[in-house]
């Protein structure tokens, strides 16, 4: 069964402050998102990785996939209030195979950027 | 473009009840998915159509939850009769690309509480 595992839970930032979220999982795959949740609002695709070594930025959020190591990054550059909220990472399970779309998601990043 | 919808928002029932939740896709979008979080857990996969067949229910947890794409539009996940631990938020998500290959958009959500 495939785990997918995030640190930390819960991160408390200044603003202007850089971190790093973590995202480990089991066994092999190619294929992974990283979203944001809003209280009470829907999950927000923020970037597909889809290969070993893919990284993709936007903004001061960069995401960076390294599928040998089973670990992917979502690095955060000098944070800002705005971004505050859960951020989830998401692999797919059944990737590689014959039928794609059933996410395993890790347990969530709470982030809170202060002023 | 209208994003993926779910109603309720919320429900709140009696052990025994049953509830229906209803998820309308983004239009165009044959990958329809359904997903649970369990309150303090993670994010978990429920099931997966294509158009109007279900291409995989494995995280479907029992039998006394249903769930249907008629037509291949929208779909609906009854709960019947509903326990205690199906309380929790049931997010619906589409996706275009063949295969459930493309990214997963997801809903609001509807948060169920069983009392």
């Known amino acids: 069964e495939l785990k997918v595992e995030q640190n930390p839970l819960f991160l408390s930032m200044q603003e202007g402050k850089n971190y790093t979220i973590y995202c480990n999982y089991s066994?092999?795959?190619?294929?992974l998102y990283w979203y944001r949740q809003d209280p009470g609002k829907s999950l927000e695709s923020l970037f597909v990785?889809?290969?070993?070594?893919a990284v993709k930025q936007e903004g001061r959020l960069m995401a960076s996939l390294d599928t040998k190591a089973r670990l992917s990054t979502l690095h955060i550059t000098a944070a800002v209030h705005d971004l505050s909220a859960t951020y989830f990472c998401?692999?797919?399970?059944?990737?590689?195979?014959?039928?794609?779309?059933?996410?395993?998601f890790g347990q969530g990043t709470i982030l809170t950027v202060h002023p | 473009e209208a994003g993926v919808t779910q109603f309720p928002s919320h429900s709140v029932i009696e052990k025994g009840q049953t509830v229906t939740l209803r998820c309308d896709p983004i239009?165009?979008?044959?990958?329809l998915y359904w997903y649970r979080r369990v309150m303090g857990k993670e994010i978990k996969f429920l099931l997966h159509?294509?158009?109007?067949?279900?291409?995989?229910e494995s995280g479907m947890p029992n039998n006394r939850f249903l769930a249907e794409r008629t037509g291949g539009t929208y779909s609906t996940l009854k709960v019947q009769p509903a326990e205690l631990e199906d309380s929790g938020v049931y997010f619906c998500?589409?996706?275009?690309?063949?295969?459930?290959?493309?990214?997963?958009?997801f809903g609001p959500g509807t948060r169920l509480l069983v009392l």
């Open positions: 159509f294509v158009k109007e067949s279900k291409q995989d």
């Open positions: 066994t092999t795959s190619d294929r």
């Open positions: 998500a589409s996706s275009q690309i063949a295969g459930g290959r493309g990214t997963q958009y």
């Open positions: 998401a692999v797919d399970a059944n990737a590689g195979g014959t039928s794609y779309g059933k996410l395993t």
């Open positions: 990785l889809l290969s070993n070594g």
């Open positions: 239009s165009g979008h044959d990958n």
